[in-house]
């Protein structure tokens, strides 16, 4: 069982909706992260949150919008978003961001974009 | 430009026997390296890690080996299991300039066990 849970596991909207991903962990993380991976290719860093602060956004499009409301919790924000914004997203956390210490990763949402 | 590369796509070996994946990388600035297991519809998990400052990481079953100069890792594992069969991916960290940390993956390699 991860202990990074995600929600919703699929999630299919339209270009005009807006919808949220949640993650969340009870590790007493302090770091936590947005990766997108389209099949056949390696996850991509989009967001680092580090002490509930935004500390690094990978040129993301305005379309995501991050958010950190505590230390357990993370939400992406999907607004407008395109056909090829369809891919797997994934967060993980890891104890600081600060240091180098592995990540650990949910079993992300499949999005697909109609 | 690939930073962290697998250039195997997928291996296959015979239970017991020997597996090792390979990758290589080509940024200097790299001084942690992880690799990760991913079965399908699953998260990436966690399997070892090696710090630049050594050379070789045991863990059960699983061994990191990192050659600095060639800037080349491997993943063996031993013996190996049916269960293993998955997509393996390499990691490697890097501070990004500020005060984080952040991982590149590899496009990962997907072993296969045979019975």
């Known amino acids: 069982d991860t202990e990074v849970t995600q929600t919703p596991k699929h999630l299919v909207m339209g270009m005009t909706n807006k919808k949220s991903l949640k993650c969340e962990q009870h590790?007493?993380?302090?770091?936590m992260y947005w990766y997108k991976q389209k099949a056949k290719k390696p996850p991509e860093l989009m967001f680092v949150?580090?002490?509930?602060?935004?500390?690094i956004n990978e040129s993301v499009p305005s379309r995501f919008s991050p958010e950190c409301p505590n230390s357990s919790l993370l939400n992406l924000h999907l607004h407008a978003l395109q056909p090829e914004d369809s891919a797997l997203y994934l967060c993980?956390?890891?104890?600081?961001?600060?240091?180098?210490?592995?990540?650990?990763f949910g079993d992300g949402t499949r999005l697909s974009i109609l | 430009d690939q930073q962290v590369k697998q250039n195997s796509p997928s291996l296959s070996v015979q239970e017991g026997r020997i597996s090792i994946l390979n990758c290589d990388y080509t940024?200097?600035?790299?001084?942690?390296f992880l690799w990760y297991k991913k079965y399908p519809a699953e998260g990436p998990t966690f399997l070892i890690s090696?710090?630049?400052?050594?050379d070789k990481n045991e863990d059960g079953r699983f061994t990191v080996f990192l050659n600095k100069s060639a800037k080349h890792l491997s993943l063996h594992i031993v013996p190996s299991q049916p269960g293993d069969s998955a997509v393996y991916f390499c990691?490697?960290?890097?501070?990004?300039?500020?005060?984080?940390?952040?991982?590149?993956f590899g496009k990962g390699t997907l072993l296969t066990v045979n019975p």
């Open positions: 993980a956390s890891s104890q600081d961001s600060r240091f180098n210490q592995p990540q650990h």
């Open positions: 590790m007493g993380h302090r770091a």
């Open positions: 949150y580090s002490y509930e602060k935004l500390s």
């Open positions: 940024n200097s600035m790299f001084d942690y």
């Open positions: 090696i710090s630049s400052i050594k």
């Open positions: 990691a490697a960290s890097a501070n990004s300039g500020g005060s984080n940390y952040k991982l590149t």
